[in-house]
Nanobody
Framework: QVQLVESGGGLVQAGGSLRLSCAAP????????MGWYRQAPGKQRELVAT???????NYADSVKGRFTISRDNAKNTVYLQMNSLRPEDTAVYYC?????????WGQGTQVTVSS
């Protein structure tokens, strides 16, 4: 089991910003597609954004223009900058590392956006 260490969740008012971080072992970080998913109460887990080892990004339509995924290869860390947050962004956010032989998840971090 790969250890993905997440941080940065919390409570913020609508319109505010948060930045999530996820640190991964280097062997995983440099070869995997790293991503963020979220799960709201009573809903299925859904894709938020992914970034490949080469830096290509993919976003859910609901977060395009508001969220930015990035990676720091020196720190083996992937970030999710979340701006213009909405109450509907409230969820547990999970870091994901996906490679040829693995599909690993972090423990999740709660993001709550108040109206």
């Amino acid at each position: 089991q790969v250890q993905l260490v997440e941080s940065g969740g919390g409570l913020v008012q609508a319109g505010g910003s948060l930045r999530l971080s996820c640190a991964a072992p280097r062997s995983i970080f440099i070869t995997n597609v790293m991503g963020w998913y979220r799960q709201a109460p009573g809903k299925q887990r859904e894709l938020v954004a992914t970034i490949s080892s080469g830096g290509s990004t993919n976003y859910a339509d609901s977060v395009k223009g508001r969220f930015t995924i990035s990676r720091d290869n020196a720190k083996n860390t992937v970030y999710l900058q979340m701006n213009s947050l909405r109450p509907e962004d409230t969820a547990v956010y999970y870091c994901n590392a996906r490679g040829l032989w693995n599909n690993d998840w972090g423990q999740g971090t709660q993001v709550t956006v108040s109206s």
